[in-house]
């Protein structure tokens, strides 16, 4: 039982430290990513001919909402996943029920870091605005690796504790 308690926090804790190290790159180099945002956003990279042309966004203001968006997706993600953590640990020899409350934290940050890879970046971007069509802007093979994870994580850690199906 102890053990299964400390691979679900170790696996929320991992989900959470590469999403606070995301929001860390774009605080600290946002340039590196904004310019992935924008490229996307503009459509710029994809066939000219394309009939959904259209839907590209090029005003730079709308552009950086976007990309501070995606950062408080990320940050919103990361800090649910660690309050999770730090409250699974205070209750790692909890009864189940106190256990699984305590996951409540991390379900949610799993829950919205899915929708931003997901709906952010595979249905929005990769779909809406074709970063598929793109050579160089295509983002969606990361995304998609991220989102599983995090698909796998959230499964994993909302199954139910053993002592509570005794």
């Known amino acids: 039982m102890i053990v299964v308690r400390l691979s679900k926090v170790a696996l929320a804790a991992a ?11 774009n605080l600290v180099n ?7 945002v924008q490229h996307v956003l503009a459509m710029d990279t994809i066939e000219g001919g394309a ?3 259209d839907r590209a966004i090029t005003d730079p203001a ?34 189940a ?5 305590a996951k409540a934290f991390a379900i949610a940050g799993l829950s919205v870091g899915f929708l931003v890879w997901q709906a952010g970046f595979l249905g929005i971007g990769g779909e809406w605005f074709a970063m598929w069509m793109s050579k160089t802007w295509n ?3 990361g995304a ?6 995090v698909l796998g994580v959230l499964i994993y850690l909302a199954l139910p504790e053993r002592d509570a199906q005794a």
């Open 144 to 149: 998609f690796r991220f989102a599983m994870t």
């Open 97 to 101: 029920e106190r256990f699984a409350q």
């Open 15 to 25: 989900v959470a430290l590469t999403c606070a190290l995301a929001v860390l790159d």
């Open 30 to 36: 946002p340039a590196a990513n904004l310019s992935f």
């Open 51 to 53: 009939a959904i042309l």
């Open 139 to 141: 983002g969606q093979e």
């Open 62 to 95: 709308l552009q950086r909402a976007a990309f501070a968006l995606i950062v408080a997706g990320e940050a919103l993600t990361a800090l649910l996943l660690w309050l999770g953590v730090i409250l699974m640990l205070a209750r790692l020899r909890a009864p």
